[in-house]
């Protein structure tokens, strides 16, 4: 009564089902269709494979039985019938001994793989394939009887076991086939086989190519069961030549064009009530839109992925975020992608604190989503437990923020206080450790940010910034000055529409006036219209907004002076 309940798989190389949709980014459930309710998913037990041992008259002596979860069991048929669940007694043979047998005798090559799974599926292709029963550790001596004269290539899974079981299996075979090589795939995965690179786009004739290309073998000794860990240390990879040096790649990953780059530390920092969230803020979403900041002095066209970590302040973030995404005229949902929220500080001295820093880097990994930019508002409520007046724990601290940036590779923002003297509150390591260092102040009603270090950038001059009133709200918002006359973006249009009063014209036409950029310039003219500072209208109001008919601005003029 369900109608189609969904797809059953079966692999014939003896994977299961889940595995098949590992493989593929699905789970099981996605097997099974709605219609018009969730049906009871049915899980389907794979049924055993049972991989055959004969002699080379064609008996069967033994079984390997893969059950559901790559278990195996050996097991010997008995004379009534039944099966014995051992293979003692057995004589012991190579699988696929009738094809291997005839192989030799017409002088084909024969490939010895790891388990009976890869060894059907060369012989799939025509390729006489053979293995031995149990597994890796388990290639016997005895076996090498079954290749005398034989034409031998032997092949190995991508890892410590399949390197053992390849090297003991030549070994054994060393006087005794007539042509032994050993062979390890290119480009495979680790812990994969041949059965995956059959998968991967390889081929028979390919294989054969290899086989033959591959060098004779010569006696080895068998490597331990641990690959060894190699002898090295932090410093091997960190001494360089002067070419090497002048050579090495470049960090040219601009998250702010001429500001800071992908994996620093930047510390902004202001006295309280002076706007330090507020630049931030701005910050992240010209971050994470993709678009210039500070009044189109910061050049930024990529839109990046932003976390921000609130440890003070969050009941009042709601509508600093609503109006700063309203003032910019954004598109609905243009940042819902882009943006994570998260309502607690990483702790970057308290290890042991369930908010620490690796608790919160196995979270965001668990996402599968690393951001390019991690906000920490406040620095200061990270530090529980921490004196961040004292250099030893100020040392543990940028430790942990270093983590942060290498394990996220990620540009860490900390929103920090500034103390009685107007410099980064706490011990001078923090300012040592950062890579960009922003100061918010306030001078009278006068605001300014400013550019106080950047390591390889050139120094520049403050920027004023206001906080203005939002309409239809209790917040503010940032409307940033000139560099160098403090006048702001909005003044700058309209005095731009006062001076060339005579003509109406385009966002495009003003922003390349006012050496701005034109799509900042929209936004604010439709704000400044709400306020009738200035007007604007479609040249030909008849028609619908094109290319050809775009809004034109001009001077706002009050009725009764019209």
Same mark, same amino acid.
């Given at each position: 009564? !369900?109608?189609?309940?969904?797809?059953?798989?079966?692999? =014939?190389?003896?994977?299961?089902? +889940?595995?098949?949709?590992?493989?593929?980014?699905?789970?099981?459930?996605?097997?099974?269709?709605?219609?018009?309710?969730?049906?009871?998913?049915?899980?389907?037990?794979?049924?055993?494979? &049972?991989?055959?041992?004969?002699?080379?008259?064609?008996?069967?002596?033994?079984?390997?039985?893969?059950?559901?979860?790559? &278990?195996?069991?050996?097991?010997?048929?008995?004379?009534?019938?039944?099966?014995?669940?051992?293979?003692?007694?057995?004589?012991?043979?190579?699988? @696929?001994?009738?094809?291997?047998?005839?192989?030799? *005798?017409?002088?084909?090559?024969?490939?010895?793989?790891?388990?009976?799974?890869?060894?059907? %599926?060369?012989?799939?292709?025509?390729?006489? &394939?053979?293995?031995?029963?149990?597994?890796?550790?388990?290639?016997?001596?005895?076996?090498?009887?079954?290749? /005398?004269?034989?034409?031998? /290539?032997?092949?190995?899974? @991508?890892?410590?076991?399949?390197?053992?079981?390849?090297?003991?299996?030549? @070994?054994?075979?060393?006087?005794?086939?007539?042509?032994?090589?050993?062979?390890?795939?290119?480009?495979?995965?680790?812990?994969?086989?041949?059965?995956?690179?059959? !998968?991967?786009?390889?081929?028979?004739?390919?294989?054969?190519?290899? &086989?033959?290309?591959?060098?004779?073998?010569?006696?080895?000794?068998?490597?331990?069961?641990?690959?060894?860990?190699?002898?090295?240390?932090?410093?091997?990879?960190?001494? =360089?030549?002067?070419? $090497?040096?002048?050579? #090495?790649?470049?960090?040219?990953?601009?998250?702010?064009?001429?500001?800071?780059?992908?994996?620093?530390?930047?510390?902004?920092?202001?006295?309280?009530?002076?706007?330090?969230?507020?630049?931030?803020?701005?910050?992240?979403?010209?971050?994470?839109?993709?678009?210039?900041?500070?009044?189109?002095?910061?050049?930024?066209?990529?839109?990046?992925?932003?976390?921000?970590?609130?440890?003070?302040?969050?009941?009042?973030?709601?509508?600093?975020?609503?109006?700063?995404?309203?003032?910019?005229?954004?598109?609905?949902?243009?940042?819902?992608?882009?943006?994570?929220?998260?309502?607690? /500080?990483?702790?970057?001295?308290?290890?042991?604190?369930?908010?620490?820093?690796?608790?919160?880097?196995?979270?965001?990994?668990?996402?599968?989503?690393?951001?390019?930019?991690?906000?920490?508002?406040?620095?200061?409520?990270?530090?529980?437990? +921490? @004196?961040?007046?004292?250099?030893?724990?100020?040392?543990?601290?940028?430790?942990?923020?270093?983590?942060? $940036? *290498?394990?996220?590779?990620?540009? /860490?923002?900390?929103?920090?206080?500034?103390?009685?003297?107007?410099?980064?509150?706490?011990?001078?390591?923090?300012?040592?450790?950062?890579?960009?260092?922003?100061?918010? %102040?306030?001078?009278?009603?006068?605001?300014?940010?400013?550019?106080?270090?950047?390591?390889?950038?050139?120094?520049?001059?403050?920027?004023?910034?206001?906080?203005?009133?939002?309409?239809?709200?209790?917040?503010?918002?940032? $409307?940033?000055?000139?560099?160098?006359?403090?006048?702001?973006?909005?003044?700058?249009?309209?005095?731009?529409?006062?001076?060339?009063?005579?003509?109406?014209?385009?966002?495009?036409?003003?922003?390349?006036?006012?050496?701005?950029?034109?799509?900042?310039?929209?936004?604010?003219?439709?704000?400044?219209?709400? #306020?009738?500072?200035?007007?604007?209208?479609? #040249?030909?109001?008849?028609?619908?907004?094109?290319?050809?008919?775009?809004?034109?601005?001009?001077?706002?003029?009050?009725?009764?002076?019209?």
């Amino acid at each position: 009564d !369900l109608g189609d309940k969904g797809v059953i798989l079966h692999c =014939f190389a003896g994977c299961t089902a +889940a595995e098949v949709c590992a493989t593929v980014g699905l789970k099981t459930a996605d097997l099974f269709t709605k219609n018009g309710h969730e049906p009871p998913v049915e899980y389907i037990e794979e049924p055993p494979i &049972a991989y055959s041992y004969y002699d080379a008259n064609g008996t069967l002596l033994y079984q390997s039985v893969r059950a559901p979860g790559k &278990a195996f069991t050996q097991r010997q048929p008995t004379d009534s019938g039944g099966w014995k669940f051992n293979v003692k007694g057995c004589k012991l043979v190579p699988y @696929n001994l009738p094809d291997v047998a005839e192989a030799i *005798a017409e002088a084909k090559p024969v490939f010895i793989v790891e388990g009976e799974k890869d060894a059907d %599926s060369l012989m799939r292709l025509g390729i006489v &394939a053979t293995t031995n029963v149990g597994g890796a550790e388990n290639w016997k001596d005895e076996l090498a009887e079954y290749f /005398v004269g034989a034409n031998v /290539v032997v092949l190995r899974d @991508n890892d410590q076991p399949g390197l053992r079981h390849q090297i003991m299996a030549a @070994n054994s075979l060393v006087g005794k086939a007539q042509q032994l090589r050993i062979l390890d795939l290119p480009d495979l995965p680790k812990k994969a086989d041949v059965s995956d690179w059959l !998968l991967l786009g390889g081929t028979k004739e390919e294989l054969f190519r290899l &086989a033959k290309e591959a060098p004779g073998y010569e006696l080895r000794e068998v490597p331990p069961a641990k690959e060894p860990e190699p002898e090295t240390n932090a410093f091997d990879s960190l001494i =360089f030549s002067l070419p $090497q040096w002048l050579a #090495r790649p470049r960090n040219d990953d601009w998250i702010i064009d001429g500001l800071f780059r992908r994996g620093e530390l930047v510390v902004l920092y202001g006295s309280p009530k002076v706007g330090k969230t507020f630049v931030a803020i701005d910050l992240l979403l010209s971050i994470a839109l993709g678009e210039p900041w500070c009044g189109e002095r910061y050049e930024n066209e990529t839109p990046r992925f932003v976390m921000l970590t609130i440890g003070e302040g969050e009941n009042g973030l709601d509508a600093r975020l609503a109006v700063a995404t309203r003032m910019r005229d954004m598109e609905s949902g243009a940042i819902d992608n882009l943006l994570r929220i998260v309502p607690a /500080v990483p702790q970057l001295y308290a290890d042991s604190s369930p908010l620490a820093v690796d608790k919160l880097i196995a979270a965001v990994k668990r996402t599968g989503l690393l951001p390019d930019v991690l906000v920490i508002d406040t620095y200061a409520r990270a530090l529980i437990g +921490a @004196n961040e007046n004292d250099a030893g724990d100020s040392g543990v601290i940028l430790a942990a923020l270093k983590r942060i $940036q *290498a394990e996220m590779r990620c540009t /860490v923002i900390a929103v920090h206080h500034a103390g009685k003297d107007g410099t980064i509150r706490g011990s001078t390591a923090l300012a040592a450790g950062a890579d960009v260092i922003i100061k918010c %102040s306030k001078d009278g009603k006068q605001r300014k940010m400013e550019v106080e270090f950047a390591k390889d950038i050139p120094e520049q001059s403050p920027v004023t910034f206001e906080l203005m009133p939002a309409p239809d709200s209790d917040s503010v918002y940032i $409307q940033w000055g000139n560099e160098t006359t403090g006048t702001s973006l909005d003044d700058r249009i309209i005095e731009f529409l006062k001076t060339n009063k005579e003509a109406r014209w385009t966002a495009k036409d003003i922003g390349e006036g006012i050496d701005a950029e034109p799509r900042t310039v929209i936004g604010r003219l439709w704000k400044l219209k709400e #306020r009738r500072e200035v007007d604007g209208d479609l #040249r030909n109001p008849d028609k619908p907004k094109s290319n050809v008919n775009p809004m034109e601005w001009w001077e706002y003029i009050p009725s009764m002076e019209r």
